[in-house]
């Protein structure tokens, strides 16, 4: 059965297909506050899963129809999920209500004053910040980020008992058309997950649609300096446009860069950021619209701003000693090349990306513009194409990335490490952690990237690191 259900009614049991999901995991952690009794099962194993195990919820790794009592009330799933799921088979045939998780968070947040924050990228810095800022000045809102933060503890969710919600509206599946916000805000508009979406027309079209399932009174607040963005909105009212750019009516001018700071300004106010990078001002300048126009003063903003130490995998510092080693979810190439602009203003030695590709698909669609984006690095290392919920793809591989970056920086076979910008790909994870060590050096930015399990690796290299190093701290 499927239909409009209030989850929050009743003590039911609720299980989730996909729980290892940062979306999905942000609800199941809410319920479960909420004094519901939660399972959930993922294909595989994760730091998220883990984390889930340990607050009392009940995880199954693998799918079987043996993961589903037939006592469970409702069964949250997510985009990714098969039709011949067992566990979905399974609960069709038991007549259990289906949902999705878009509905379900739609479901919990819709009756509040909802901040919604769409676009590309940025949406998870740009929550966070949002969510930062409210809770410091006692807006006490309910909270859903598509990552995890410090501030709540290392989770994704948490539940406010005021009227205020600040959610992460994801665009991959239509989820977000599941919500009704007072306040969007779009940070960007490209083409992706070209699985779901014709082109960027159909992109715009739907935005569109997001829009049109905004309260009566809804606000927009958006960056003017893109393209995408401005064209599909050229027809809607009440609209706040930031960014650099001189047509945007709240105009972010560049102060300068720190070793661990930026400076920026937003209609004449100062403001300092403890992330890295030109993209997080335009994430920040999103925060500081959306929380002046729910009352917060420049004075909480600049603080909260001032002392956010940024998203778990968005450029996260995860070592710094002779070299630096960072963690990093960007899978599309704008993201790419806008972490390693960002990387650039912090160090003079080489930059040593190893990226592990998201889906099949983008792959396919994208591995020219990786091929141009990756030309910011000095060493590009491959990993095997990290699949998800895809099925391979013959003659699709990570090797097209390699052969595009290697002709845009003309830097030859990638054998010789002596000379220019090289490149390789590696398929076995062991000769990836091998080849670095044998030509990391003093001075070296060395950049984990990608939307799949490579941080695994990035914490098993940090941990080689330090055991070479006789570090007694733990990692």
């Known amino acids: 059965m499927s239909g409009k259900v209030n989850i929050l009614d009743g003590t039911k049991k609720i299980h989730f297909i996909g729980v290892g999901g940062i979306g999905m995991s942000g609800i199941a952690e809410y319920l479960l506050r909420k004094n519901h009794q ?39 799933y997510s985009s990714a999920v098969k039709d011949d ?28 004053f909802v901040i919604a924050v769409s676009g590309t990228h940025g949406k998870t810095t740009t929550t966070a910040l949002i969510a930062k800022i409210l809770m410091e000045n006692r807006n006490d809102p309910t909270v859903f980020i598509g990552g995890n933060v410090d501030f709540l503890e290392g989770g994704s969710s948490r539940i406010g008992k005021s009227n205020f919600a600040v959610v992460e509206a994801d665009e991959y599946d239509r989820s977000f058309l599941e919500l009704h916000p007072d306040i969007i805000i779009i940070t960007n508009m490209d083409p992706d997950h070209l699985d779901i979406y014709k082109d960027i027309e159909d992109i715009q079209n739907n935005f569109k649609k997001f829009i049109e399932m905004g309260k009566p009174d809804l606000k927009v607040i958006a960056c003017g300096d893109d393209i995408n963005v401005v064209e599909t909105l050229k027809d809607t009212k009440k609209v706040l446009l930031y960014g650099f750019g001189k047509n945007n009516g709240h105009i972010i001018e560049d102060l300068g860069y720190g070793k661990k700071t930026v400076g920026f300004s937003i209609d004449g106010d100062e403001m300092r950021l403890s992330i890295l990078g030109k993209h997080n001002m335009l994430n920040a300048g999103a925060a500081y619209l959306a ?7 420049d004075e909480i903003i600049y603080e909260s701003l001032k002392n956010f130490n940024g998203v778990k995998r968005r450029l996260e510092l995860k070592f710094d000693s002779g070299m630096k080693i960072y963690d990093d979810y960007a899978h599309h190439p704008a993201e790419v090349k806008a972490s390693l602009n960002a990387i650039k203003r912090v160090g003079s030695g080489r930059i040593i990306t190893v990226f592990q590709p998201h889906l099949y698909s983008r792959t396919n669609d994208f591995f020219k ?11 590009l290392i491959l990993a095997k194409i990290y699949p998800a919920r895809e099925e391979e793809i013959p003659g699709v591989s990570s090797q097209l990335i390699l052969d595009e970056f290697i002709d845009c920086t003309k830097a030859g076979s990638g054998k010789d490490m002596t000379s220019g910008k090289q490149g390789f790909y590696f398929e076995d994870k062991t000769e990836i952690l091998d080849e670095l060590e044998k030509i990391m050096k003093d001075g070296d930015m060395i950049i984990f990237q990608g939307a799949g399990d490579i941080t695994e690796l990035c914490d098993k290299f940090v941990k080689r690191i330090k055991t070479k190093l006789n570090w007694s701290v733990p990692l």
């Open 85 to 112: 799921n067992p566990e979905l088979q399974k609960a069709k045939r038991l007549d259990i209500t289906l949902i999705k998780r878009a509905e379900a968070l739609g479901n919990i947040v819709n009756k509040k």
């Open 38 to 76: 939660v399972s959930g099962s993922d294909l595989l194993g994760s730091a998220v899963t883990r984390r889930l195990r340990g607050l009392g919820i009940k995880i199954f790794i693998g799918h079987d129809e043996s993961n589903l009592s037939e006592d469970i009330g409702l069964v949250i």
């Open 369 to 379: 513009e990786f091929g141009e984006a990756f030309s910011g690095t000095d060493i």
């Open 291 to 297: 929380a002046r126009e729910v009352g917060v003063s």
